[in-house]
């Protein structure tokens, strides 16, 4: 929502985009949500096919939550033919078609077919029917694909606006670039493995002087797990730093109750240039 008086700035998208049919739909609260659904999928174009109570209706718009442009674009049609006459192509949703030879598609499926239809400049439209019912046989038979959601068989009950999201949301994740897997670093990055190895090091240092490592046959075995416990995530620069401070309140504590200091870390050795030649 932007709270702005006419709700969000949407405009249809160049070209074609799939336009979104609603067959009867029932409750002007239903339309409203589909085209909230529309708008968070990129989807604008709505035409409604006979609605039961009419149309405009002011409720549609208190539920649209700032999807009014869409709502005020949609066009009204006393039949499905009327509604699809312009089309080139026309999806149908159906949760169990049956006595049909036809394509059926996945929500994921029909998003890309959506896409290729409209990169060539065609015209698509897809269905979506009453919210009791769902659409009829003589609605489906307008079209020449069907879309079902592959959802849970033993409770597959989607309201109007949950069908349109599904399927809004395909059609925005098949051009979507965002990377599916990142990790949220904000003002830090991920430590280099030199700054974890020096991190571990001292670690090492200071269980080394405080008894926790006394047991040799079994250190080798102990280093390695805190070694896999810091290597195994995207440990950041900051998180290291906080673990430095850690190591260090720790060791002045035992330090200060008389316990042994750590040793200092060995230095690097350098290579004379001239002699390396």
């Known amino acids: ?8 700035a949407l405009t249809p998208p160049p ?16 339309i409203g949500t589909t085209a909230r659904a529309m708008a968070n999928g990129g989807l ?11 149309w405009p209706q002011e409720v549609a718009w208190r539920a649209a939550s700032g999807a009014d442009r869409i709502l005020d674009a949609a066009t009204i049609h006393d039949t499905v033919d009327d509604a ?5 192509r026309v999806f149908a949703t159906c949760p169990r078609p049956r006595h049909v030879i036809i394509p059926v598609r996945t929500a994921r499926s029909a998003a890309e077919d959506l896409r290729a239809i409209n990169a060539e400049g065609k015209r698509a439209a897809i269905l979506f029917g009453p919210e009791r019912a769902g659409l009829e046989n003589e609605d489906m038979a307008r079209a020449d694909t ?11 009950s989607l309201n109007l606006a949950q069908a349109v999201m599904i399927l809004s949301y395909e059609w925005w994740m098949a ?11 904000n003002e830090t990055r991920v430590a280099t493995k030199g700054e974890l190895e020096g991190f571990l090091g001292r670690l090492t240092r200071e269980l080394d002087a405080c008894g926790f490592l006394d047991n040799m046959p079994k250190r080798p075995g102990m280093v390695r797990n805190l070694r896999h416990l810091f290597e195994r995530g995207e440990v950041t620069e900051q998180e290291l730093r906080t673990l430095h401070g850690v190591v260090t309140e720790l060791a002045r504590g035992r330090v200060a109750r008389g316990g042994p200091a750590a040793p200092e870390p060995a230095p690097v050795p350098t290579v004379d240039p001239q002699i390396d030649g």
């Open 1 to 8: 929502m932007t709270g702005k008086e006419g709700g969000a």
């Open 15 to 30: 070209g074609e985009s799939p336009i979104v049919v609603l067959v009867r739909p029932q409750m002007a609260q239903n």
């Open 44 to 54: 604008f174009h709505l035409r409604i096919v006979a609605p039961r109570d009419g």
């Open 84 to 88: 699809v006459a312009d089309c080139h």
């Open 146 to 156: 069907l879309v079902r959601y592959p959802l849970n068989p033993v409770h597959m």
């Open 175 to 185: 051009a979507e670039s965002t990377p599916p897997r990142a990790l949220m670093t």
